[in-house]
């Protein structure tokens, strides 16, 4: 596939690597056609990995990776444009975190609504699949970094989108586990997993845990 990742950070440069070595050609977006971090990765990433900017990423795409802060993502997918968005699958992984009173941080979105429900608001025509927005970056893309079982969740409207995502997610990334929660309104509960995240991360000292759902 042609895959466009919006975002230069950890996250975006994991998920880029990861793709481009399952030999999808991936184009990383940000403000600017020159970026110097997203050069670095083009040249370390091969000739499948490109640069430019969020638009450009967009419109090169058939599915894309929302990697932003949360506190940016509507902006930058405005600056990406509704005509390249239009019709494609979003993969957000991103989480509406609030770092200006200091660490841990808090969720900036009220408890009846959600990162993945304000993108899918304002792009109608945008596919949103909120997914992977509850872990490390490196567990994402290689979840046997923990042992034992433990689950992925999906949030989305669009039956075919999240199948799509699915398929990647296990026949790509290696998951063994997808609970599919339903419509996109339960991005809620993923993205109020990150206090508690967070909280662990400190505790652990390390982002190599995941959780698991046990049920009777």
């Known amino acids: 596939m042609k895959i466009a990742i ?12 990861k793709l481009v070595a399952l030999g999808h050609e991936v184009r990383m977006g940000s403000r600017t056609p020159d970026n110097a971090k997203a050069a670095a990765w083009v ?10 900017t969020f638009r450009d990423a967009a419109a090169f795409a058939e599915l894309i990776f929302n990697c ?31 770092f200006t009173k200091g660490m841990p941080p808090v969720l900036s979105t009220p408890p009846d609504d959600s990162l993945g429900e304000q993108l899918q ?5 945008l596919k949103v699949v909120k997914t992977l927005n509850t872990m490390n970056c490196e567990v994402m893309v290689e979840p046997s970094r923990v042992p034992g079982d433990h689950d992925v969740f999906v949030s989305g409207n669009d039956v075919d989108a999240k199948a799509r995502v699915k398929q990647l997610l296990t026949e790509g990334f290696g998951w063994k586990h997808v609970i599919d929660l339903g419509d996109i309104t339960t991005a809620r509960g993923t993205e109020a997993f990150l206090p508690l995240w967070l909280r662990l991360w400190g505790t652990l000292r390390t982002g190599d845990f995941n959780i698991h759902v046990v049920k009777r």
């Open 68 to 98: 932003t802060l949360g506190n940016a993502s509507l902006d930058v997918l405005k600056s990406a444009g509704g005509e390249a968005l239009s019709g494609k699958v979003l993969v957000d992984v991103s989480n509406p975190l609030d």
């Open 43 to 52: 040249k370390k990433s091969g000739g499948k990995a490109s640069q430019g």
């Open 6 to 17: 919006l975002g230069t950070g950890m996250v975006g440069e994991t998920l880029g690597s």
């Open 121 to 125: 608001r304002a792009f109608p025509s």
